[in-house]
C-alpha cells in the first residue's frame, strides 16, 4: 500500500531503492505517528470535518495501534511503503471510510516532519537525562580522589601535577557546556510543522494551534514553507550538539585507555568490564572505551554528512531528505549507547594512589618550586634560569609539598559551584 497510490504499479527495483530501509527506521518513529495523527484527528473534529462518533473511534483505534507498538508487535510488512501507509490501512481495515479520512488536511511531509520532531524532542531529553547521570559519576569520583594526584601532560610531555578531582571534574564541567547546544537543538525541534502540509498549508480550515497545544509543542512553525525548510536542519542542529557530547565522550575514552596501559597504570578497571586477548594470556584490554571512542568519533562525522545531503537543495520536498533518517536515527541510537556504558563503566573505575612516587614524576614539581623561589624575591626570569641549570646538571630537588588554591585548580576544585552550573543547565 502507497499513499500516493493511484492504481497503477511502480517497477519493484524502483520501489526496492526508494524505500530503502524506510520499514526498519518507521519502527521506531511509528510511535509519534500515532501521537501526532491522534492530535490531528481531534482537531479534524474540532473545525468540523469529523463528527464526534468519527473522532473517537479514530482516536480510540490508534490508542490500539498505540498499544501494539508499545508491545513490540508492530509491523511494517513489505506490502506496504512506510509506518504511515501501515497505520492508515489498519484504521481504513477496523473503521471503513472513516479510517480514510485521517489524511484529509495533511501530507506525508508534514507527518514525516511532526513524527521526527517528537521523536528528537524525546531522544534529547533522554540523552540530557544520560548525561546528568554520568555527570553525577564524575563529580562523586573527584570528589572521592580530590586528594590524589597524577601527572598532566602538554604535548604528551610530562607538565605539572594534576589530581583526579581536577581529571573527573574536568569533563563533568565539559558536559555542561554540551548542555547548552543540547539545549539549542530542543528548541528548535520544540516548534510544531504539523499543518504545513507538502510545504505550502492547505485550503481546509485548520487549527494549527489546536494541534501545536495537544502535542505539546512550545510554539508552531508559522511559515509552512519555513516548516517544510525546518526538516533536515532540525535533524543537522541535534547533530551538532550530539557531536558536542561524543566529542567530550571521546577524549574521556582515550585518557581512559592511555592511562589503562601497563607503561601509565593510573587507572584500572575489574575483569568483568574488559576482554583479553587470543593469544597473550596477560592482556586486559579496554574494548569498551575503545569502541565509545570510535562511535563517539563517526558521530562527530555526522553533521557534516547531513550538511552534504542538504545543503544545495532549493525551498521545498525533494526525496534527498528521506535518507536524513537514516543517519540520525542511528546516530542517536549510538550517542545514548556510549553514554550508558561510559556511565556503567566509570562506576568501576579504580584509582592508583601512589603514582607521583615514582622519581620519573620529579620535574612535575619544577613549576612550583620555581615559583616558591619568586615568591621567596627571586625575579620570575632569573628563577626560571635558575630552575632549568638545576634540572640540566642533575641537582634538581623538588618540592612536592604543593599549594595550589586559586578557583578551579587542585586545592579549590569549586565542586559546589559546578553542581549548580549543571543543575541551571538542566531548567
Not at 47 to 63: F, P, S, Y
Not at 120 to 135: G, P, T
Not at 150 to 156: A, E, F, N, S, V
Not at 385 to 401: H, N, R, S, V
Amino acid at each position: 500500500m502507497k499513499l500516493w497510490d493511484k492504481g497503477f504499479n511502480t517497477d519493484k527495483k524502483i520501489d526496492l531503492f526508494t524505500v530503502g530501509n524506510d520499514r526498519e527506521l518507521d519502527l521506531i518513529l511509528a510511535k509519534y505517528d500515532v501521537i501526532a495523527s491522534r492530535a490531528h484527528a481531534k482537531m479534524l473534529g474540532e473545525i468540523g470535518l469529523l463528527n464526534t462518533k468519527e473522532v473517537n473511534e479514530l482516536v480510540g483505534e490508534l490508542d490500539n495501534i498505540a498499544k501494539i507498538i508499545a508491545e513490540g508487535k508492530f509491523i511494517i510488512e513489505d506490502s506496504f511503503e512506510d509506518m504511515h501507509s501501515k497505520i492508515e490501512y489498519l484504521l481504513t481495515e477496523k473503521l471503513g471510510d472513516t479510517g480514510k479520512k485521517i489524511h484529509t488536511a495533511r501530507s506525508r511531509n508534514d507527518q514525516v516532519l511532526v513524527a521526527m520532531q517528537l521523536y528528537l524532542k524525546d531522544a534529547i531529553v533522554e540523552m540530557k537525562s544520560q548525561i546528568k547521570d554520568l555527570f553525577d559519576v564524575l563529580m562523586q569520583l573527584a570528589e572521592k580522589h580530590k586528594e590524589v594526584l597524577l601527572p598532566g601532560y602538554t604535548h604528551l610531555q610530562i607538565a605539572m601535577p594534576s589530581s583526579f578531582g581536577l581529571w573527573f571534574s574536568a569533563y563533568a564541567e565539559s558536559l555542561v557546556d554540551d548542555l547548552y547546544f543540547l539545549n539549542a537543538a530542543y528548541k528548535m525541534a520544540d516548534q510544531n510543522p504539523l499543518g504545513s502540509a507538502a510545504g505550502y498549508g492547505s485550503s481546509f480550515p485548520i487549527n494549527r494551534s489546536y494541534t501545536t497545544k495537544e502535542l505539546g509543542f512550545e510554539t508552531m512553525k508559522f511559515n509552512v514553507v519555513a516548516a517544510q525548510m525546518g526538516r533536515g536542519k532540525v535533524e543537522k542542529a541535534t547533530a551538532f550538539s550530539m557531536a558536542g557530547v561524543a566529542a567530550t565522550l571521546s577524549k574521556l575514552a582515550m585518557d581512559i585507555c592511555l592511562y589503562m596501559s601497563q607503561n601509565f597504570d593510573f587507572i584500572s578497571f575489574p575483569d568483568a568490564l574488559t576482554t583479553g586477548s587470543s593469544i597473550m594470556p596477560h592482556k586486559k584490554n579496554p574494548d569498551v572505551f575503545e569502541l565509545i571512542r570510535a562511535k563517539c568519533n563517526k558521530i562527530q562525522a555526522i553533521p557534516n554528512q547531513l550538511t552534504m545531503m542538504i545543503n544545495n537543495l532549493p525551498s521545498g520536498y525533494h526525496r534527498d531528505l528521506q535518507l536524513v533518517k537514516d543517519v540520525i536515527i542511528p546516530g542517536i541510537q549510538d550517542m545514548k549507547a556510549c553514554l550508558e556504558m561510559m556511565h556503567f563503566s566509570l562506576k568501576e573505575v579504580k584509582v592508583n594512589t601512589a603514582i607521583l612516587e615514582d622519581p620519573r614524576y620529579d620535574y612535575l614539581f619544577s613549576v612550583d618550586t620555581l615559583n616558591e623561589l619568586v615568591q621567596s624575591g627571586m625575579p620570575f626570569r632569573d628563577a626560571y634560569k635558575k630552575m632549568g641549570q638545576e634540572i640540566e646538571a642533575g641537582t634538581f630537588k623538588p618540592k612536592k609539598d604543593i599549594a595550589h588554591s586559586h578557583e578551579g585548580s587542585i586545592g579549590n576544585l569549586r565542586l559546589e559551584d559546578i553542581k549548580k552550573k549543571m543543575e541551571s543547565a538542566l531548567l
